[in-house]
């Protein structure tokens, strides 16, 4: 075993969470960050916002007034675009439907706001370069597990300890490809395909 004074092995260890972090970041292959905002908000008149800053993938939008929250329910663009084929046209009023269009940069309501509305976006964020360990702390519990096993793993090999070294490694390594397919899972429930009997149903309801 290979002798390390402790506050060498900390900030190693702290600047290989870093590392191990920003690769994460640089595969961009899909956003580990769970993030809620209260921001933008529609005001009268409004039929569509821009989609919060990194946000990859919106997963809950949510009216929140005084007296009540509702959902407003995200749906294919196909299905929008049949039962909504001018929303601007449409009265004004709280929205019940909307979906992500122009390239999902930006969120279509069914109907213009009738005033000022306050949202709530639920969304995968994609994340920017770390700058500080205390970043981790905006993580979701996979993506954590996957830094710990990997800067455990950079740690034993610090002290030689190879065989340890590679066991981390490994269980970094599967709970990596865990956060891929939960994250992927994740975009297949949000599709929001519907039928087109589902759409005659909603247009008699709506």
């Known amino acids: ?28 292959l899909f956003a580990f960050q769970q993030k809620l905002s209260a921001a933008p908000d529609l005001t009268v008149g409004l039929y569509y916002l821009t989609v919060p800053t990194r946000a990859a993938v919106i997963t809950d939008l949510r009216l ?17 675009n049949q039962m909504y084929p001018a929303p601007q046209n449409n ?5 019940v439907h909307a979906c992500m269009r122009e390239g ?10 009738d005033g000022t ?11 920017t370069d770390a700058t500080s360990s205390a970043y981790v702390a905006n993580l979701n519990e996979l ?9 455990a793993a950079d740690g034993f090999r610090m002290l030689n300890e190879f065989d340890r ?6 269980e970094g390594n599967r709970f990596l490809t865990a956060l891929k397919r939960r ?3 994740s975009m297949q429930e949000n599709a929001r395909f519907v039928s087109i009997k589902e759409i005659h149903a909603r247009k008699r309801t709506s």
């Open 1 to 28: 075993m290979k002798y390390v004074p402790a506050t060498q092995i900390s900030a190693d260890i702290e600047n290989s969470v870093l590392e191990r972090l920003n690769y994460l970041v640089s595969l961009d």
């Open 104 to 113: 999902e940069s930006k969120v279509y309501f069914d109907k213009p706001a």
């Open 117 to 127: 509305l306050s949202l709530e976006w639920g969304y995968y964020e994609i994340p």
């Open 165 to 170: 070294a590679e066991a981390m490694e490994n």
């Open 91 to 95: 009265a004004q009023g709280k929205p």
């Open 143 to 151: 993506a954590k597990l996957t830094l710990v096993r990997w800067a």
């Open 64 to 80: 929140t007034l005084d007296d009540y929250e509702r959902n407003i329910e995200l749906i294919d663009e196909g299905v929008f």
């Open 183 to 185: 994250y992927h899972h």
